[in-house]
């Protein structure tokens, strides 16, 4: 184990390196802004919705792991733009990559809410 903080003091700075994460995702990236606001609208509907715990949280989660998913994305990109400005095909591949896992979170999303939603509903 690397010397350090530890214990409580490093969950702590651990915290904070979090939300210093969250804060720079809002400020820079729309895509994060958006799928923040559609997490918060989308929660308390599948919390009001007479449906089984289990279908709730999967209703949720599917949401919250387009928000990981989009927060791993604009790592990538924030490091590929870092290194240098020139346009290189493996940068390129490694951003298309990432947006490839977003699109795919947000398809299960989707397939996930509308599976819920149509067992509900019909």
């Known amino acids: 184990m690397k010397p350090g903080k530890t214990g409580l003091v490093r969950l702590i700075h651990a915290l904070r390196y979090s939300w210093l994460g969250v804060k720079?995702?809002?400020?820079?990236?729309?895509?994060?802004?958006?799928?923040?606001?559609?997490?918060l609208l989308l929660t308390p509907v599948a919390l009001l919705l007479p449906l089984p715990g289990i279908e709730k949280l999967l209703l949720i989660i599917s949401l919250l792991a387009v928000i990981v998913v989009e927060l791993l994305n604009s790592s990538i990109e924030a490091v590929v733009d870092r290194i240098g400005t020139e346009i290189h095909p493996l940068s390129g591949q490694a951003k298309d990559m990432g947006s490839a896992a977003v699109l795919f979170t947000c398809?299960?999303?989707?397939?996930?809410?509308?599976?819920?939603?149509f067992n509900y509903f019909f």
């Open 24 to 39: 720079a995702a809002w400020r820079c990236e729309s895509a994060f802004r958006q799928e923040i606001v559609l997490l």
């Open 107 to 117: 398809l299960i999303a989707l397939l996930t809410w509308s599976y819920v939603l």
